[in-house]
């Protein structure tokens, strides 16, 4: 029980900031368990699960509360809730943050921008037998309204996440949370996010992975390193971290990756030596390399020697990640999860376990493209026409809910 736990728990973490290329791939089901979300369990759901899985929970969630975690407070009654949605879809918002720092705290210099360059999110409808777990991207670059002082500025909605004052960053996710609910018309009140740091712990927590690699892609994690491990070299390596990793050998072949070097290999998108432009394959490269990574991963969190509970994963990685809820909270989205029977398709090659969408749509329901990179303001952006938007909010609702469902 606490390795499947563990196991959704680091699914959840990595999907939120190892995604960048999987955010931006295209319509199709995941392979891959992958899991969190919110609402207390009923009596009904309870009693699907043992008396000894029960007491085995129970026991978990009390041992979760000596965690030093502390939870961003977020006021609700800004972030523009659909109050028409129904309530047995529970919907949480993960954020991956493109930030080298070594942690999440508000201070950082404009040397040091966040954005929200990966946001997903992670629909859980029990009711639903064949699709439970959905899962919808939007691309960071999708040109949006959103929220300021002033009323709304269209940007990109990587910027929704953060903002200045006197030339300092601080987080404010609630903007995120608020953007992606008055333009889309959803309920997100619930986030996870986590930066590089997070997804190098959770990988060096399991000891490491071996990956079988082309000679491009060991030859690119080598490079990358140099070229942009820069701080996290500095402040996440330890004495001990720096002796143990090996310089990969430039060939092909299965070789063992640490946390870093695994990090490196899901983010590889530009080559950097034209002989090699083949074996990272650009975007598309990136995507599978980080489906890849997901599946070795989740491979090795089910294996009887992996040796990872949920106590080490919540130990390495709660440094590194932010939240608006509190353990207590995010016990019960894993209690949730494994009482709609999700579990039990754990392992089934046929099982469809998570189902994606992703915004913009390719087409719009005319069979046309449905989107164009545009500038505005100087930016590159995603550019949808009023009509392609509302069919793209009309398209997540039926995807998640089966309807579309209007705030007003």
Request: charged share 30%; with cysteine; glycine share 6%.
């Amino acid at each position: 029980m606490k390795k499947l736990l563990s196991v959704l728990l680091m699914l959840t973490l990595l999907l939120s900031c190892l995604s960048p290329a999987l955010a931006e791939d295209d319509d199709e089901d995941l392979d891959i368990e992958e899991v969190v979300e919110e609402v207390d369990l009923d009596e009904e759901n309870k009693a699907e699960l043992s008396e000894e899985e029960q007491a085995e929970l129970d026991k978990i969630g009390g041992s979760l509360e000596s965690f030093d975690f502390e939870p961003y407070s977020t006021d609700t009654a800004s972030l523009e809730l659909n109050p028409n949605l129904p309530d047995n879809v529970t919907n949480i918002l993960l954020i991956g943050l493109d930030s080298r720092s070594d942690d999440l705290e508000d201070g950082d210099t404009k040397n040091s921008v966040k954005h929200a360059d990966v946001q997903l999110i992670l629909s859980l409808n029990p009711d639903d037998q064949e699709n439970p777990i959905k899962l919808t991207s939007i691309l960071r670059d999708t040109l949006v309204e959103i929220p300021t002082s002033n009323g709304y500025m269209k940007s990109k909605i990587t910027n929704s996440y953060g903002y200045y004052e006197n030339r300092i960053f601080h987080d404010f996710p609630d903007r995120t949370l608020q953007t992606i609910n008055h333009n889309f018309e959803m309920n997100l009140q619930y986030y996870v996010s986590i930066n590089f740091y997070g997804v190098v712990a959770i990988i060096d927590a399991m000891g490491g992975i071996d990956i079988d690699l082309n000679e491009g892609e060991a030859y690119h994690i080598n490079a990358y390193i140099k070229k942009y491990g820069g701080k996290m070299l500095k402040t996440y390596d330890s004495k001990e971290r720096k002796e143990a990793r090996q310089t990969l050998e430039v060939k092909a072949g299965v070789q063992h990756l640490d946390g870093l070097q695994a990090l490196m290999y899901a983010r590889i998108r530009s080559s950097l030596k034209k002989k090699y432009d083949s074996d990272i394959n650009g975007d598309w490269g990136r995507t599978a390399r980080t489906r890849h990574l997901l599946d070795v991963l989740l491979q090795k969190a089910i294996s009887k020697d992996s040796g990872i509970s949920i106590f080490d994963l919540f130990s390495e990685c709660l440094d590194y990640v932010s939240s608006n809820m509190n353990v207590e909270t995010m016990f019960n989205l894993m209690q949730k999860v494994l009482s709609s029977g999700i579990v039990s398709r754990l392992g089934d090659e046929d099982a469809t376990l998570v189902s994606q969408f992703r915004i913009p749509m390719d087409k719009n329901k005319s069979g046309n493209r449905a989107w164009s990179y545009e500038k505005v303001d100087g930016q590159s952006v995603v550019f949808m026409g009023k009509k392609n938007f509302q069919e793209n909010v009309e398209a997540l609702h039926e995807f998640i809910y089966g309807r579309y469902i209007p705030a007003k």
